[in-house]
């Protein structure tokens, strides 16, 4: 069963860091684009970050630019998301998703698997 798994997610203090982890299963994340998206309540699903399949290129929204990483672990088959300097506005349900490309993962109608979700919780 091919499937992605996210963790990591937890309660965590503004200004403070957590590491999302997206890992993967029943397939190679090597030969996949992976984005990070997320869902605050009442809210539109938001992309933030996506790293190539070919030469790990990254792309970040400008909302998570400067604050938030993501990496690469082939040998783990996983996929991080390294998040610092977070704010309560951080607070949402955190997905990833695998696809063809970056530029295929512009459009998450067209990833070909996602995660579950995580919940991260900004708060004091």
């Known amino acids: 069963q091919k499937q992605l798994v996210e963790s990591g997610g937890g309660l965590v203090q503004p200004g403070g860091s957590l590491r999302l982890s997206c890992a993967a299963s029943?397939?190679?994340?090597?030969?996949?684009?992976i984005a990070w998206f997320r869902q605050a309540p009442g809210k539109a699903r938001e992309g933030l970050s996506c790293?190539?399949?070919?030469?790990?290129?990254?792309y970040y929204a400008d909302s998570v630019k400067g604050r938030f990483t993501i990496s690469r672990d082939n040998a783990k088959n996983t996929v991080h998301l390294q998040m610092n300097s977070l704010k309560p506005e951080d607070t949402a349900v955190y997905y990833c998703?695998?696809?063809?490309?970056?530029?295929?993962?512009?459009?998450?109608?067209?990833?070909?698997?996602w995660g579950q979700g995580t919940q991260v919780t900004v708060s004091s």
């Open positions: 998703a695998a696809g063809a490309s970056i530029r295929t993962m512009r459009d998450a109608k067209r990833a070909d698997y």
């Open positions: 029943g397939f190679s994340l090597e030969h996949y684009a």
């Open positions: 790293i190539g399949s070919t030469d790990n290129s990254a």
